[in-house]
């Protein structure tokens, strides 16, 4: 029987030869995400995310319905999967786009009532 962490031949590479070793059970996800993004320990897939939840759907929001924009990112994290993780929208990122379409809206609706036979 082979053994993986038995070198057959001597040299510079023979710790190369090695397969990775696997992750503790007490290890962190959030070593693996990737930067600029927040872990999402509560989903262990992106399969398990609801729709209205992931981004694409959240960017669709955007382009279409932005009030189901407003009312899906003020109401909890919306996720993504990057590299292979699921990882929440940055809360800056997301509060961001919510206040640009909280503001896109209220002109929409002001430009309505104040201007209504133009």
């Known amino acids: 029987m082979d053994d993986p962490y038995r070198s057959s031949g001597s040299g510079r590479n023979a710790s190369a030869r090695k397969p990775a070793k696997a992750a503790h059970a007490g290890q962190s996800r959030a070593a693996d ?33 932005l009030p189901a924009l407003i009312i899906i990112g003020f109401s909890g994290d919306v996720y993504a999967n990057v590299q292979g993780q699921v990882v929440k929208f940055p809360p800056g990122r997301r509060l961001l786009l919510v206040i640009v379409a909280t503001v896109t809206v209220t002109l929409g609706l002001v430009r309505l009532v104040v201007l209504p036979n133009r």
Do not use: H, I, T
């Open 33 to 65: 995400v990737p930067k600029g993004w927040d872990p999402a320990p509560e989903y262990r897939s992106y399969d398990e995310v609801p729709w209205y939840r992931r981004r694409l759907y959240f960017m669709l929001f955007w382009l279409f319905f």
